[in-house]
């Protein structure tokens, strides 16, 4: 059964940095893109990141900040210089394939974690 659990949340400085973990299991993360999207209060989803076998694609406006990386079954979300913009629900979620143009779109991902706090504030 393939899964996905989200791990690292907190809250945290603004200015601060966090590490977020997806542990991944039941499929082989070499057939699949693994995003990383999060969710504010009354906002939609967004896509933040994405990893697969060749590619890794990041959302425009934190592409500077951001860095994801997988290390077997894991895939990881570095944030670092976080603001409150940045409070959310990280969810990481997985498909087939790569992180096409569409790496940000949310609903052609099948699986998903249970997503984990991310707070900025002093």
């Known amino acids: 059964q393939l899964q996905l659990v989200e791990s690292g949340g907190g809250l945290v400085q603004p200015g601060g940095s966090l590490r977020l973990s997806c542990a991944t299991s039941?499929?082989?993360?070499?057939?699949?893109?693994i995003g990383w999207f999060r969710q504010a209060p009354g906002k939609e989803r967004e896509g933040v990141s994405c990893?697969?076998?060749?590619i890794i694609r990041h959302s425009e406006s934190n592409r500077r900040r951001f860095t994801i990386t997988k290390r077997e079954n894991t895939v990881y979300l570095q944030m670092t210089n976080l603001t409150s913009e940045d409070t959310a629900v990280y969810y990481c979620?997985?498909?087939?394939?790569?992180?096409?143009?569409?790496?940000?779109?949310?609903?052609?991902?099948?699986?998903w974690g249970q997503g984990t706090q991310v707070t900025v504030s002093p």
């Open positions: 039941g499929f082989t993360t070499a057939d699949y893109a």
């Open positions: 979620a997985a498909r087939r394939g790569s992180c096409s143009d569409n790496f940000h779109e949310s609903n052609t991902y099948n699986y």
């Open positions: 990893i697969s076998q060749y």
